[in-house]
């Protein structure tokens, strides 16, 4: 026999929050609102508030129990962010996986989670089916069954407030996890960021302000969304907010010229490898983009060159900078389209819900505005420690703020200008040289259409200051000593280029970021 709850439980349970209650607390609201278009489906608040319902009861019905790992593998769909909110709504964590992994690394991330489930892309099975033994999934289920599921639940009429009462959905408290986010691992192996529901709800309600989100922006959402800065500082925040969402699968700049002018989106985020080759696009000419007023660029530093191009294009278009990282959920720092005039290179000021630090990373000590030094934080937002790894969470921290990896330089007014990953800071003869500082430098040659600067091991120098150049069609006949020519007038001596390799690509993965490790 059930005994009747107190009434101090009663009411812990009505504050209850969690990112799926929330949802549905907006939904309930909304409710005819469109809230997603993803290409010839469109969902209205009510009926993505029951896909999540019915999607979190096939999970458990996988006999996943609160707080097992759902890992999701794919590109971007309707279902996979359906998936995301009914993670929630079960009480599982989910755990977002880059489409492009295979073999090991992929086996990794399932491993290192203790991943129960792995919902996948039809066309990523095959990579899935070499790694389901070794790694030890329950189950797992292409993303067209879930949707079949999730259509046929809706279809039947199957009482969804039942399925609520019956599986007892919703209960996670705030200190729950609701995600593990793999870091990038653009320097050493992924780690799993502990991200809970007060974290994400933390993050959601720092960066609606700092965007200046509404509910009429008419947001397109083309990044990958197992990548947080789609997933929690564009998609969810947007749909907090009761707005239309427009999904596309991948970034391609055609589409999302086209879809712009057609569907006359007024909010766009792009990573700075995907602004980049837009920038040069042929078909940006021709497209009326007269709707879009806010655009925003992160998740790797964008060359000064390319933002002002853009600018100077589209004086109309409000620009902003996003910055952080997945520990933080991301969203640390932003540069609003009214401060780039003054500051074009910043990284902007501190959110509301993060409080920031620049200090020595030796000390500890607050260094002077002006002088590089580690950015810290602290902040509602931050991640719990890494997945199953207590001596980097350890090490990530000094004197109660996460150490953020990042050199950065602080003005007296708080704003923030990145140098450099303190890893990827080139050690030439003695003297430290900043990656961004030359990178920045070579793309002003007209020939240059990528560039990344690393340093090789030198006999002499400790390390020799080394650009990565891929070249835009048509300019084959272009030399190093055409690239050293143009440096030697924004540069230093010491931080010209001692050697300069051309390349097709440089190596980055799914959500954009350049892998340095790959180039050392």
């Not at 009429?157 to 705030?174: C, K, P, R, Y």
Request: charged content about 25%; proline content about 5%; overall charge negative.
């Amino acid at each position: 026999m059930t005994s009747t709850p107190t009434l101090d439980e009663q009411i812990r349970v009505s504050q209850r929050s969690s990112v799926s209650l929330h949802f549905a607390r907006v939904a309930a609201t909304q409710r005819d609102t469109t809230a997603l278009k993803y290409q010839d489906r469109t969902w209205t608040y009510r009926q993505l508030d029951q896909a999540v319902t019915v999607a979190a009861a096939q999970l458990r019905d996988l006999q996943l129990q609160p707080g097992d790992r759902v890992a999701v593998m794919g590109k971007n769909s309707d279902t996979f962010l359906i998936l995301f909110l009914a993670a929630s709504r079960a009480g599982l964590v989910h755990v977002p996986i880059n489409f492009a992994l295979t073999g090991p690394e992929l086996e990794y991330l399932v491993t290192d989670s203790d991943a129960a489930v792995l919902i996948v892309d039809d066309e990523y099975a095959d990579t899935v089916d070499d790694i389901e033994q070794t790694a030890q999934l329950k189950h797992v289920v292409r993303m067209s069954e879930m949707l079949h599921h999730i259509e046929t639940g809706l279809e039947t009429g199957e009482s969804v407030a039942e399925l609520v009462t019956t599986h007892d959905f919703d209960a996670a408290e705030e200190s729950d996890l609701a995600q593990l986010l793999y870091t990038s691992g653009t320097t050493s192996a992924p780690k799993g960021a502990m991200l809970t529901h007060r974290a994400l709800l933390a993050h959601y309600n720092g960066v609606i302000p700092a965007l200046d989100f509404t509910r009429d922006d008419n947001p397109l959402i083309a990044m990958p969304l197992y990548h947080s800065a789609a997933m929690h500082v564009f998609a969810i925040p947007y749909l907090f907010l009761g707005a239309t969402i427009r999904l596309i699968r991948v970034p391609d700049i055609a589409e999302i010229l086209e879809r712009i002018e057609a569907e006359h989106i007024g909010s766009l985020f792009l990573a700075p490898t995907v602004w980049v080759p837009l920038s040069q696009h042929p078909d940006l000419g021709s497209r009326d983009l007269s709707t879009l007023t806010k655009v925003q660029y992160g998740a790797s530093i964008m060359p000064v060159t390319v933002l002002q191009r853009l600018r100077d294009q589209y004086p109309e278009i409000g620009f902003y900078n996003c910055f952080g990282q997945s520990e933080m959920a991301p969203l640390c720092t932003v540069l609003r389209p009214e401060e780039h005039d003054a500051r074009p290179a910043s990284a902007g000021r501190a959110v509301g819900t993060v409080q920031m630090r620049v200090v020595d990373p030796e000390t500890g000590r607050d260094v002077a505005p002006g002088v590089p030094g580690e950015v810290q934080y602290r902040s509602p937002q931050l991640f719990s420690g890494y997945w199953n790894k207590p001596d980097q969470t350890r090490e990530a921290f000094m004197d109660g703020w996460f150490r953020s990896g990042d050199l950065v330089v602080i003005d007296e007014e708080g704003y923030i200008e990145v140098v450099d990953r303190i890893k990827d800071v080139i050690n030439t003869g003695g003297v430290l040289v900043a990656s961004r500082e030359v990178e920045d430098a070579i793309y002003r040659h007209e020939a240059v259409a990528e560039v990344a600067v690393v340093g090789r091991p030198h006999e002499k120098w400790i390390e020799q200051v080394t650009a990565v150049v891929v070249l835009k069609d048509g300019y084959d006949h272009v030399t190093d000593e055409d690239i050293r020519d143009l440096t030697r007038k924004y540069l230093a001596r010491h931080k010209v280029p001692g050697h300069i390799e051309f390349v097709t690509e440089l190596p980055r993965n799914q959500s954009g970021k350049l892998l340095k490790r790959e180039l050392k």
